[in-house]
């Protein structure tokens, strides 16, 4: 209170024939001025000093912060604009900005000058503690323009930080095509029942799949049965297989002369294959019941292939074949006969929406991957590691 009230009296224009309260003031003005001289920031720091030493060293040497300190002694412009735009940052700033011996200070902060400011991210993030605690830490003692943000960035690409990352929250929904016609897109999976191997193929507009035993699992053994499948249904437009073995160069060859376009999930996300998957659990949940009740596994197969899917209004036969099946429930000879099934696509659309909405519910929108960028693979299972390597 005694200082705002000497300075609010202390006006420039005093200086003649000055009244009693003004030379009082004026003369207290300057007892408070060799007081303030007095108090020296640096010994509120924790530093030692050989430390002062090299910031005062750097200071005197960085460009900005001599204008800075020049600014602060001969006193800040009334504008913005007439301020150097080497100090600019610093306008906001401006009524808590002091020089002493040679050390540039905001309030109690240490002004760092830019040659001194990456050594400096390197001493906050010594114990690679998180962006914001790293922050919080070092905006009681230190300060530089856009220190937050350069803060955040230091720690986002930290390497050490980066090979122990948590895993990434996962990405919205993205969804294969969605088929026009029968057999148009299918996907393929092996899977084992009974000590058997077999594979699958599902179409996806019709939700209708085959099965195939493998007497061994060699590409050429799965590239037959699927020529024999592919004979009695088509050629597909685009088969979609996991990145199993059997899937490499002698099925790229199958691709080219088959003319289909083979896609492959992606490694280590196996729901990318997920219509394959819900297929191979559904066969083998009708595979094991059958077994169990000593029934014939293939009646099984037909009359599931047979039964109006969930909200589809109709069959996967119908949907693939444009008819319903002859199974041992009895049924008129009108009802056998063909009828092409409308409004699939349109069907499908809207239990893809449905998934999709309850999928992205938990996951977010990452941004776009940037030529160059570092990449860093999630560990495989099992690798005790646990190190996120650079890709
Ligand atoms: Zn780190």
């Known amino acids: 209170m005694f200082i705002s009230d000497t300075l609010s009296r202390a006006t420039a224009a005093c200086a003649g024939d000055a009244n009693y309260y003004q030379r009082h003031a004026i003369c207290f003005l300057q007892e408070v001025q060799e007081d303030l001289q007095q108090v020296n920031q640096a010994d509120y720091l924790n530093v030692t000093g050989r430390r002062l030493e090299q910031i005062k060293r750097h200071t005197d040497n960085d460009e900005g912060l001599q204008a800075l300190r020049s600014t602060v002694t001969t006193g800040w412009p009334d504008l913005k604009e007439q301020v150097p735009v080497i100090i600019r940052g610093y306008w906001p700033y401006r009524d808590e900005i002091s020089a002493q011996n040679g050390i540039l200070f905001r309030g109690q902060r240490v002004v760092?000058?830019?040659?001194?400011?990456?050594?400096?991210?390197?001493?906050?993030?010594?114990?690679?503690?998180?962006?914001?605690?790293?922050?919080?830490?070092?905006?009681?003692?230190?300060?530089?323009?856009?220190?937050?943000?350069?803060?955040?960035?230091?720690?986002?690409?930290?390497?050490?930080?980066?090979?122990?990352?948590?895993?990434?929250?996962?990405e919205t929904m993205l969804s294969h095509p969605l088929p026009t016609r029968p057999w148009q897109i299918v996907s393929m999976d092996l899977f084992t029942h009974g000590r058997k191997d077999y594979l699958l193929i599902v179409d996806h507009y019709s939700d209708f799949w085959e099965i195939e035993l493998l007497p061994d699992l060699s590409a050429e053994t799965v590239i037959k049965r699927c020529k024999a499948q592919f004979a009695r249904h088509g050629q597909p437009d685009r088969v979609i297989t996991d990145n199993g073995p059997q899937f490499t160069s002698a099925f790229a060859r199958f691709a080219s002369e088959w003319e289909f376009e083979h896609v492959t999930s992606s490694p280590r996300y196996p729901k990318a294959n997920g219509k394959a998957e819900s297929a191979v659990k559904i066969a083998k949940n009708l595979l094991r019941k059958a077994a169990r009740d000593g029934n014939d596994p293939w009646k099984a197969v037909l009359h599931w292939r047979n039964t109006p899917t969930e909200n589809m209004d109709s069959s996967p036969a119908q949907r693939l074949m444009s008819r319903r099946l002859k199974t041992s429930i009895p049924v008129t000879n009108k009802l056998l006969e063909p009828v092409v099934v409308t409004g699939v696509t349109e069907k499908l659309q809207y239990r893809r929406q449905l998934a999709k909405s309850f999928y992205d519910r938990s996951a977010r929108v990452l941004p776009e991957l940037e030529v160059g960028e570092t990449v860093r693979m999630k560990p495989p299972p099992g690798d005790t590691s646990r190190i996120w390597r650079a890709g």
């Open 112 to 170: 760092i000058p830019k040659s001194l400011r990456t050594e400096m991210l390197a001493r906050i993030h010594a114990s690679h503690i998180g962006g914001e605690a790293c922050y919080r830490q070092a905006r009681e003692t230190l300060f530089w323009p856009n220190m937050q943000a350069e803060i955040k960035d230091f720690v986002s690409t930290c390497t050490t930080c980066n090979e122990y990352a948590h895993s990434q929250q996962k």
